[in-house]
């Protein structure tokens, strides 16, 4: 079956700290991976995306991580600021359908 | 990058009458877009996937007559939520890829709460 699994559900952590989340995957074939960023009330905004050859791809202060060969991959966050409170979503195109993980909330507080 | 415009942002209705929510890409053309509601804390749930110029393919347990979904463009797709009822008041995103299939651009989103 087809998913892709986020953790933590919620984070809560201090202004300028670090953090990184994790999310694992079981879907197939395999495209490219890609983490959004969605503040609440909003439509998510790509952060972004990985193919099949690249282990590390950076936007920032954002570094995303990928193992293709344990299907997982990290988000990590540098030096967290309270405009990254936000849910972060993961989400595994196949070529021609996406799969979407539930989602970290994250929560900075100064 | 891309643009996704989906409008409008919010809308409170009746129950009983019909609403319609209109995606349109920018800068791009949309070979396919995606139609998806999300409860509060919870992750996107794909409605349905549409192409230009044919029926949309919808997901196991949503009512294809109560979303009609309109994809007459590679640039404008449109969500209409018939008859809706209270348990209809959720978020509704649109979201776009591009020819390539490489990026999907989201909407901002569309608030729909039914009194």
């Known amino acids: 079956k087809n998913q892709v699994e986020q953790s933590p559900q919620s984070l809560i952590i201090l202004e300028g700290k670090n953090c990184t989340l994790q999310?694992?995957?079981?879907?197939?074939?395999?495209?490219?991976l890609r983490w959004y960023k969605q503040d609440t009330g909003r439509g998510p905004v790509s952060l972004t995306i990985?193919?099949?050859?690249?282990n590390t791809k950076s936007n920032g202060r954002y570094t995303a991580t990928l193992d293709a060969d344990t299907k997982q991959s990290s988000l990590h966050i540098t030096a967290s600021q309270l405009s990254d409170s936000a849910s972060y979503i993961c989400?595994?195109?196949?070529?021609?359908?996406?799969?979407f993980g539930t989602g970290t909330s994250l929560t900075v507080i100064p | 990058g891309a643009v996704v415009s989906q409008h409008p942002s919010w809308v409170i209705c009746k129950s009983g009458t019909s609403v319609k929510i209109e995606c349109r890409s920018l800068?791009?053309?949309?070979?396919?877009m995606f139609w998806y509601r999300q409860f509060p804390k919870q992750s996107l749930m794909l409605m349905a996937t549409?192409?230009?110029?044919?029926?949309?393919?919808?997901e196991q347990g949503v009512e294809k007559d109560k979303f009609l979904i309109n994809h007459a463009s590679l640039t404008l797709s449109t969500l209409t939520v018939t008859s809706a009822h209270p348990e209809d008041s959720s978020f509704y995103i649109c979201?776009?890829?591009?020819?390539?299939?490489?990026?999907?651009?989201f909407g901002q989103g569309t608030r729909l709460t039914v009194v």
């Open positions: 979201s776009a890829t591009d020819k390539g299939d490489t990026e999907a651009f």
């Open positions: 999310c694992n995957y079981t879907v197939s074939p395999f495209s490219n």
């Open positions: 990985m193919t099949f050859s690249e």
């Open positions: 989400v595994v195109f196949t070529g021609n359908q996406f799969y």
């Open positions: 800068d791009f053309q949309a070979t396919t």
């Open positions: 549409s192409n230009e110029g044919s029926k949309a393919t919808y």
